[in-house]
């Protein structure tokens, strides 16, 4: 069946560091994809998504890449801070009869000053 | 505008009392889901609504969970004969359409401990 895998947490990094959260996915379709953010003491909300193979995805200065050959959809920051401290999940979703999204495990992150 | 409402925000009960939960979605949304999330399953789906079809309940994980959508908008989700391993945080959300590309948006959720 259909399947989102993220790397494992936590991740916890400096203040103005790269970050790379990696996505794949298994699909016996092609899915919308998504980076959703839960924020500490927040609810879920979208940060990006990307509806086609090698659309682009960007919000709030993070960037993810739909890529089709490598089934891939990592998350990207040139400069994180410490108000990037949250939990980061990658989804997908087909839409019409079954339009549920399907989610990674979550990846905490933590940014340090 | 208002987003997405749930209640209560907490809930405590008693293994094998029903309990039901209910989600306000953003005014003129057609699609309504419930999903569930645990620190043993991750976010997993329930249940979705879109306008007038039949919902989608291939989620649900036994026919102890059960969900309405009335007039198209307000949603109940009821659990009957509570068990320990109900204790989650339910989330509703709601979206334009059923479309792939709609975003979801979430509510605060539910947090629901069986004792």
């Known amino acids: 069946g259909d399947s989102v895998t993220q790397m494992e947490g936590p991740v916890t990094l400096s203040e103005e560091a790269f970050l790379t959260i990696n996505c794949t996915y298994t699909?016996?379709?092609?899915?919308?994809l998504f980076w959703y953010v839960q924020y500490p003491g927040e609810g879920l909300q979208l940060l990006l998504k990307?509806?086609?193979?090698?659309d682009k995805g960007s919000n709030k200065g993070f960037e993810a890449t739909y890529r089709k050959e490598t089934t891939s959809f990592h998350l990207e920051k040139g400069s994180v801070q410490v108000s990037d401290s949250a939990v980061y999940f990658c989804a997908l979703s087909y839409g019409g009869a079954t339009n549920k999204l399907i989610f990674g495990t979550g990846t905490l992150l933590a940014v340090q000053p | 505008g208002a987003g997405v409402s749930q209640s209560p925000s907490n809930k405590v009960t008693e293994k094998g009392k029903d309990v039901e939960l209910r989600c306000d979605p953003i005014?003129?949304?057609?699609?309504l889901y419930w999903y569930r999330q645990s620190l043993g399953q991750g976010l997993e789906f329930l249940i979705y609504f879109q306008g007038n079809s039949a919902p989608d309940k291939s989620g649900l994980p036994s026919d102890r969970f059960s969900a309405e959508r009335t007039g198209g908008s307000v949603s109940t989700l009821t659990i009957q004969r509570t068990q320990q391993e109900d204790s989650a945080v339910y989330l509703c959300a709601s979206s334009s359409s059923g479309t792939a590309t709609d975003t979801q948006y979430f509510g605060p959720g539910t947090r629901l401990t069986v004792l």
């Open positions: 005014s003129g949304h057609t699609a």
């Open positions: 990307a509806t086609k193979a090698d």
């Open positions: 699909a016996t379709g092609y899915p919308s």
